[in-house]
């Protein structure tokens, strides 16, 4: 086994996350870390931010151990709060800012949190659960001091733990519940500094570039970007959520070189009408997981930019294996800190070219989730000896990974699994079709027919699904031809910006009956 670099063992096994942002106010202090609505935070600055937030935290009652949500937009005070919990070795729980009702009781509850930091707009969603299990809540109100701020004058305390580990559990981000309750996945010092690290391995960051931070600090994908300038020399420019109108122009007006591609947003992107801004930037490499083939090819003509592909889950430091070649390579080979094998239903190595389902081995210590927050037996579930069953399938072609689906996300029709995701990508190469989405619905006969859902990319023009499925005839095998087709106008998500198919209904009555 090759051994691993230095540097790579530097950042896995060497500092932790407190001691790197202390070593980078020290060495690059007037150097920009991050910059948001015309405000720039240098290193020092963050550092000066983050003590103030560690005394008000502990002003507030935190201490080491405890379970803090943070119910937050993008701001730069949000990410100093998360760099203040992470140093003090409280655990971050991150809440997505789009939950509502049960969703949003469950995160509340199951994560057992001791304060919920929360906006002032998200008041009403957080009251009307009416829970008796539900955290202290300290709110902030838009446009004021953030809600640690009042704490700080003459506060002690908040510091970072004496000799904080690597293996400290430090967050709890929970999964999207695309197929079930969300669960939460406990991420360590270690696992996010291996997070920013494999981001880095995808993104082939240059010295001075400036990442387009627009993901959501709830999902791995916008964590993992807040630690990448503790192991590159570049800097961030944050926005508050994803815009798809405003995208290219406020790309440009940050001057970043790279954006990243995660979950939905490139169909969104493609979907919308050509313009003189989406070419009028600096963007070098898109980077990031869920490219389809067709979107690569139009990414990269349309943008003018190098797509960059990886894979990964939160549950393994989020990113796993990378591809900077190019579309024929997939989702690439594994980084070098990770194995990665294709295994069968009893845990034996498939051939090449067989699809199996996606297996992770670390090859340093602690880059998997120490387990599911309080949830043993779905940890046991994805362990197999060494290695963490991801529950994804793909084929292995000449060294690369060619992903297929997840194994939970297919329908049984005619005695033949339907991946949804290979339905999904030739759908979404129709004139007609922005973005689609495939389910199984019960079937007269046993088993399931398939339902697609489709949101349109000319809404004002008249469509025909009929038409539609008699095109999906000529491009996909027989059973994985669509019976039904419902046009929806759009798509619940995930933090991620995946599609929540949970919320899909999976009655009939709105739909087109290819039968009928």
């Known amino acids: 086994?090759?051994?691993?670099?230095?540097?790579?063992?530097?950042?896995?096994?060497?500092?932790?996350?407190?001691?790197?942002?202390?070593?980078?106010?020290?060495?690059?202090?007037?150097?920009?870390?991050?910059?948001?609505?015309?405000?720039?935070?240098?290193?020092?600055?963050?550092?000066?931010?983050?003590?103030?937030?560690?005394?008000?935290?502990?002003?507030?009652?935190?201490?080491?151990?405890?379970?803090?949500?943070?119910?937050?937009?993008?701001?730069?005070?949000?990410?100093?709060?998360?760099?203040?919990?992470?140093?003090?070795?409280?655990?971050?729980?991150?809440?997505?800012?789009?939950?509502?009702?049960?969703?949003?009781?469950?995160?509340?509850?199951?994560?057992?949190?001791?304060?919920?930091?929360?906006?002032?707009?998200?008041?009403?969603?957080?009251?009307?659960?009416?829970?008796?299990?539900?955290?202290?809540?300290?709110?902030?109100?838009?446009?004021?001091?953030?809600?640690?701020?009042?704490?700080?004058?003459?506060?002690?305390?908040?510091?970072?733990?004496?000799?904080?580990?690597?293996?400290?559990?430090?967050?709890?981000?929970?999964?999207?519940?695309?197929?079930?309750?969300?669960?939460?996945?406990?991420?360590?010092?270690?696992?996010?500094?291996?997070?920013?690290?494999?981001?880095?391995?995808?993104?082939?960051?240059?010295?001075?570039?400036?990442?387009?931070?627009?993901?959501?600090?709830?999902?791995?994908?916008?964590?993992?970007v807040l630690f990448l300038p503790f192991v590159a020399h570049v800097s961030l420019a944050m926005v508050e959520r994803f815009s798809a109108s405003a995208f290219w122009t406020q790309v440009a007006a940050a001057g970043a070189t790279h954006v990243h591609h995660l979950g939905g947003i490139v169909p969104m992107l493609l979907g919308r009408a050509p313009s003189d801004a989406e070419r009028a930037h600096r963007v070098r490499v898109s980077w990031g997981g869920g490219m389809t083939v067709d979107a690569w090819t139009a990414a990269e003509q349309r943008f003018d930019l190098r797509v960059h592909e990886c894979y990964g889950m939160t549950e393994a430091s989020s990113i796993s294996t990378a591809n900077t070649a190019g579309v024929a390579d997939g989702i690439g080979a594994a980084l070098p800190w990770f194995d990665v094998e294709l295994h069968d239903d009893a845990g034996r190595p498939v051939p090449d070219g067989a699809v199996g389902e996606i297996a992770l081995r670390p090859r340093v210590d602690g880059l998997l989730t120490p387990g599911y927050f309080r949830n043993d037996e779905a940890t046991a579930a994805s362990r197999r000896g060494p290695w963490w069953r991801t529950g994804d399938s793909a084929r292995m072609v000449d060294g690369a990974l060619h992903f297929v689906g997840r194994l939970s996300d297919s329908v049984r029709h005619r005695g033949e699994n339907v991946s949804a995701w290979e339905v999904e990508r030739v759908v979404n190469t129709h004139h007609a079709v922005a973005e689609s989405a495939v389910v199984g619905v019960p079937a007269a006969e046993g088993e399931e027919d398939v339902k697609l859902f489709v949101t349109l990319a000319r809404p004002d023009e008249p469509f025909d699904a009929g038409a539609l499925v008699a095109w999906c005839r000529e491009r996909l095998a027989v059973f994985q031809v669509p019976r039904y087709v419902a046009v929806i106008a759009e798509f619940a998500r995930t933090p991620s910006l995946r599609i929540k198919k949970a919320a899909l209904p999976r009655t009939t009555d709105d739909s087109y009956d290819a039968r009928a």
């Open 1 to 224: 086994m090759t051994p691993l670099p230095a540097p790579t063992l530097d950042v896995l096994t060497g500092p932790t996350l407190p001691d790197l942002l202390r070593d980078a106010a020290t060495a690059r202090a007037d150097a920009t870390y991050a910059a948001a609505e015309g405000t720039t935070l240098s290193f020092a600055g963050l550092a000066d931010a983050v003590g103030d937030a560690c005394r008000g935290l502990a002003a507030l009652g935190v201490r080491a151990g405890d379970r803090v949500a943070v119910m937050l937009p993008n701001h730069l005070d949000h990410v100093a709060l998360v760099h203040a919990l992470v140093a003090m070795r409280a655990v971050w729980v991150p809440v997505n800012t789009r939950l509502r009702g049960e969703p949003l009781a469950h995160v509340l509850a199951d994560s057992d949190s001791a304060l919920l930091l929360a906006d002032e707009r998200h008041r009403a969603e957080v009251e009307s659960l009416r829970r008796s299990d539900l955290p202290r809540t300290v709110w902030h109100e838009t446009g004021t001091p953030v809600p640690w701020r009042p704490y700080v004058s003459g506060a002690g305390g908040g510091e970072s733990p004496a000799g904080p580990g690597g293996d400290d559990v430090v967050s709890i981000m929970y999964t999207s519940g695309t197929t079930g309750p969300a669960k939460g996945v406990q991420v360590t010092d270690r696992m996010l500094r291996a997070a920013a690290l494999g981001a880095a391995a995808v993104s082939l960051p240059r010295d001075g570039d400036v990442y387009f931070l627009w993901e959501p600090l709830c999902h791995v994908g916008g964590a993992q």
